[in-house]
């Protein structure tokens, strides 16, 4: 069945680009209502903007959404994959600026607090996204795939020039907690020198050595380390679980990334949608249930280290 949160959980931080503080407080909704932000600082007539596939647009190093009339919410990755891998279906997110706070740069704070507030179940079935025939696009050396599979699989290749982070490969099963146990503390990463580009650029203003993992020639600047060895790739996993969960639903289906960004995942979302042989819409029986990402998730699955 469809959960929403018992309560509302407030968080408050300051956005990654925007350096901005910024309060966001995460409402229960209603049934088969699905996530919406709403931008407590606009007009009610400006201020609701779905998180769906549809309505992403285009932008560097984020994913973001806008509705038609232009207001936006950035940076909104981490809290869709925190939703979607503790199986939250329904949620208002009031909001009071444009960018979502990043905290310490994972999923992991939205998680603690999801599970803390509790989750409630409703009484509609979850309606999954049931990938039919293999869909991919490309772009230079990058792939985003999406391939018939009974349960959600993420499989992520990265390969970077910088030696501390190199080639990294995983494959995930997100059924029955993974990405709770797994991937929601691995904090987004960059170069030292994309860090100097970005705040040239007037992003980045936000960005600590607490909220990313920092590399530099061989090294990790950010203080602590690494989290996982292979945290790199482990954040690209849980982002593509985050563009994914704007898909409308929980996927059914196998996501390869190659070198793949939220952009990329979004024109695969898109081309699935604009093939109806492509996908279809399944309510989700006690089986297929148990293996949805976050289904059954308690906070004995999140990681102690972090």
């Known amino acids: 069945m469809q959960n929403t949160l018992k309560s509302a959980a407030v968080f408050e931080g300051l956005g990654l680009h925007s350096g901005h503080p910024v309060r966001m407080i995460v409402h229960p909704a209603p049934a088969d209502s699905g996530i919406l932000f709403r931008r407590a600082d606009l007009p009610a007539a400006e201020a609701d903007i779905p998180a769906r596939w549809d309505a992403v647009v285009p932008s560097k190093l984020c994913t973001l959404v806008a509705n038609a009339a232009g207001s936006s919410v950035s940076t909104i990755e981490h809290i869709m994959a925190a939703l979607a891998g503790c199986a939250i279906h329904n949620a208002v997110i ?64 990265i390969d970077f020039a910088e030696a501390a982070i190199g080639r990294q490969t995983k494959t995930l099963n997100m059924a029955n907690g993974a990405f709770v146990r797994e991937l929601c503390d691995s904090r987004t990463f960059c170069l030292q020198a994309d860090v100097d580009r970005m705040r040239a650029n007037g992003l980045a203003l936000g960005g600590t050595l607490e909220n990313a993992v920092v590399f530099e020639n061989g090294q990790v600047l950010s203080p602590g380390g690494l989290r996982h060895a292979d945290e790199p790739v482990r954040h690209k996993m849980l982002d593509a679980l985050g563009d994914l969960a704007l898909a409308g639903g929980p996927i059914l289906g196998r996501y390869t990334g190659i070198r ?47």
């Open 94 to 157: 009031e909001i009071d600026g444009p960018e979502v706070p990043i905290l310490d740069g994972s999923a992991v704070p939205f998680v603690e607090r999801f599970l803390e507030v509790g989750l409630i179940e409703q009484a509609a079935p979850v309606r999954a996204i049931r990938v039919l025939k293999s869909v991919e696009v490309r772009e230079g050396e990058a792939v985003a795939r999406l391939e018939p599979s009974d349960m959600l699989e993420i499989d992520f290749r």
């Open 260 to 306: 793949a960004g939220h952009a990329m995942t979004n024109r695969l979302l898109r081309t699935l949608f604009s093939d109806p042989a492509a996908w279809m819409v399944v309510d989700c029986g006690t089986v297929t249930g148990c293996k949805l990402p976050g289904m059954g998730v308690h906070p004995g699955d999140l990681p102690v280290h972090h």
